[in-house]
Every structure is written in C-alpha cells, then in structure tokens.
C-alpha cells in the first residue's frame, strides 16, 4: 500500500493551493491526483499551433479586490493587466456591456439617449449601479420601458440559453445582480486587481505545484486509487455528490460545449467577449488573442454552447444556485462531517459558484483552520 500523508483530489487551483501550503509551510509531502490529463482544472490554458494562448474552458479573467489572494499568487507569476470590456450583439449592432450611458447612445437615436441618460442620472446619481429588475418596477415611463428593453433585449434570451429556464425560475439573488450602470466606464468589473498571469494560467499552477513534496498523478480518477493509497488527510475538489456515490440524489449542474476554431483573419471581432442573447444557440463567442496582446497574423476563437450537464457525457461547470439543491448539498454536507481527516473544498466541493480569486481564498482559509 502506498503511504501519503496528504491525498488531494483535483490539480485546479483549489487543490493547488491546499498542496502549495501544506509543503511549503508545514513540510509535508502531498499527493495531487487530477483524472484529467492536465493540471489547472478549469483555468487550463495552452498555447495553440496558431501562437495564440487558449483558455480551453473559456474565457479567464482574474479578478479580486483582496490584496491577500493578489499579493499570494504573485509569488508564483508576474501580471499582464487585463480589464474585461465585453459587449452584446444586439438588432444586429455591437453594444457595450454592463449596459451603461454609452450602451444608451449605440442602441437609441440621440434624442432619446440624451433624454434617459438625464432622468437615470437624475433619479440615481453618476456612477451606480441599478438592477435591471428595479428599472422595471419604475413608476416613471422612460424609466420603465429602458429597464423592459434591456431586460428582453439583453437578459432574458440569455438567460434562458445558460441556464435552460425562464429567468422567474433564477435564484433572485443572480437575477438582482444583473445592472445598467449610470456611469461611461465600460469596465465589467471595478475590482483592484484585474490580470491574467503573464505565462498563462496553467503555468502560474504549475509554479505553484513545483515542490519536491509534492507529486502530481494525471490521468488518475479517485476511484482507480483510493483503495490502494493510504493517506492521512484528503481534500476533495470533485463533486460532492459523486464522492457519497449519489446516495441522496443528483446535485445539478449546468455545463457547456467549446467549439474552438482557428479564423485565417488577424482579428475576427472588436472584443475579446461578445455575448449573443438573442441570435443563435451559442451565448458567446471570445476571441483569445485579447487576452495576452498576442500579435499573429491568424486568430483562434472559442463558441460556448451551453448544455444540460449529463453525468459521464460532459463536465459540471457551473452549480445551480436555489434552495431545494442548497438543502441537498447540506445533506450531503452532513454525511462529510462524519469522515475524520476529509476535506471538501473547491468549486464543486463547496457547490458554489467560486470566482477563481474566491477558490484561492477559501483554500487559504481552509489551510488556516487545518494546520
Ligand atoms: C466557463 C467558465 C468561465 C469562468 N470564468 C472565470 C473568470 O473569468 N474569472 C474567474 O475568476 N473565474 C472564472 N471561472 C471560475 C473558475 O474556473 C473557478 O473558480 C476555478 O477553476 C475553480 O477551481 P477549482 O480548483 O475549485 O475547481 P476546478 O478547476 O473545477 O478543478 C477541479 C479538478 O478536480 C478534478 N476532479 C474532480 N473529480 C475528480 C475525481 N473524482 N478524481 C480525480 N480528479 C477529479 C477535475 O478534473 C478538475 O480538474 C469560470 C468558470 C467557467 C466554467
């Protein structure tokens, strides 16, 4: 029988911090086993015959405003700053996103634009953001029909693609978050630190795995290897529900399908993320030559199809958040409070919709508590 002091399943960020921690502050060895063929779970990044970098499983932009997570992982890359400026497809004409005062001008003649610009700055003030949802409850006309327009223009297609329900049936919660922003910044996210690693995501997790410590098994499922690992602790970034073998039922995820294509044009569009609510069955299309300013005379885009998620078939990308599946990952939750020395963590062992920057710090916090 092999003997590991520390079994940690899945070589994505979450588990590579868990490893990074345990060898380089406490000395121990780790064993990080992924059943995929590659490190850096869904941050995998590779570059293609074309020059370009991609992001397998699509678009990565590393964001937080925690100087803490920031000033971490830059002990393993050094910075390409990055700030995401997606836009729309929308009645056949590119419109910035999160709808702001600039999304106004591109989709209304002036008059109008100029006359909601003012009422939305008067009622709410410069720089803020207001949920969709709440424009649309607006007593004032203007108001309300800027609110309906974006929400049928912009959200509800949409949604219905990612998600495969009406938007009612979206935990409030995700709805409510959905603004118009009352200001011109066309920056997607207002957090301090915005970047992609400078040599890819892949290889900022592989810096953080080089440890004579730490050994990385690929290819390598739990299940082909529990039985023959002896191991003091295990930390576990795959499924919850798959590790308890479905015993309370299925934990739903949403996935998605990547259609990765090389365009013989320098660039294909004008941003590095073009959303599609309302034509076609794809929702976006990112072009990831953006991402690190790669100059080549060819360019390689990715399709994102959005999928049900069938157990063997494809991946669980995204947990859905509502509380009938919180209350069964609370059960499940349950039963992993009886196993001494286990560790559920991650994206798909917490079932939470982690940021990347968000998986760090929940893995930091958890090598807090066990060591
Ligand atoms: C389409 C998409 C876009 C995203 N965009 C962004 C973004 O722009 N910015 C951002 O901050 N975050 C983004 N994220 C989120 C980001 O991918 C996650 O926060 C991060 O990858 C979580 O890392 P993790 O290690 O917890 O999980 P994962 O990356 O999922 O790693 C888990 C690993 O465990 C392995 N595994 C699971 N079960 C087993 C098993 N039984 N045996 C062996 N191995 C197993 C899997 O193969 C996988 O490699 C995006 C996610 C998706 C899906």
């Given at each position: 029988m092999e003997k590991v002091k520390n079994l940690i399943v899945g070589a994505g960020i979450s588990g590579a911090v868990l490893a990074e921690r345990l060898a380089s502050q406490l000395q121990e060895n780790v064993l990080v086993i992924d059943?995929?063929?590659?490190?850096?779970?869904?941050?995998f990044d590779s570059k293609h015959s074309s020059g370009i970098t991609v992001h397998r499983y699509g678009p990565h932009i590393f964001h937080t405003r925690s100087k803490k997570v920031w000033n971490y992982l830059s002990a393993f890359t050094s910075w390409h700053y990055f700030f995401l400026k997606p836009m729309a497809w929308v009645d056949n004409r590119y419109v910035t996103l999160p709808f702001n005062l600039n999304s106004l001008y591109q989709v209304f003649p002036a008059y109008l634009a100029q006359r909601l610009e003012k009422k939305l700055v008067d009622s709410y003030g410069y720089n803020v953001k207001v949920p969709v949802m709440k424009l649309r409850e607006q007593q004032e006309e203007d108001l309300r029909f800027l609110g309906q327009y974006v929400y049928e223009k912009i959200f509800e297609q949409y949604t219905l693609k990612q998600?495969?329900?009406?938007?009612?049936?979206?935990?409030p919660e995700v709805m409510a978050r959905v603004p118009v922003f009352?200001?011109?910044?066309?920056?997607?996210f207002q957090d301090t630190y915005q970047a992609i690693p400078a040599q890819g995501y892949t290889r900022l997790v592989e810096n953080m795995l080089h440890n004579s410590l730490i050994s990385v098994r690929l290819k390598t499922p739990f299940e082909k290897i529990k039985d023959t690992v002896e191991y003091q602790r295990l930390f576990y970034t795959g499924s919850i529900d798959e590790f308890f073998n479905y015993q309370f039922g299925e934990l739903p995820y949403r996935s998605l399908r990547f259609d990765i294509e090389q365009k013989?044009?320098?660039?294909?569009?004008?941003?590095?993320v073009i959303n599609y609510?309302?034509?076609?069955?794809?929702t976006r299309i990112c072009e990831h030559k953006y991402f690190l300013d790669e100059k080549t005379p060819s360019t390689v885009i990715s399709v994102e199809f959005p999928q049900a998620f069938k157990r063997g078939e494809n991946e669980p990308y995204y947990p859905i958040s509502n509380p009938q599946n919180a209350a069964l990952y609370e059960r499940y939750m349950q039963e992993a409070k009886k196993l001494p020395n286990t560790y559920f963590f991650g994206r798909l062992g917490a079932y939470k919709y982690y940021n990347m920057a968000q998986a760090v710090s929940a893995a930091l916090d958890l090598f807090e508590k066990i060591k």
């Open positions: 059943r995929r063929e590659h490190i850096a779970g869904n941050m998600w495969g329900i009406a938007p009612e049936k979206i935990d009352v200001g011109k910044d066309d920056g997607y013989n044009t320098e660039y294909y569009q004008p941003a590095v609510p309302n034509n076609f069955d794809f």
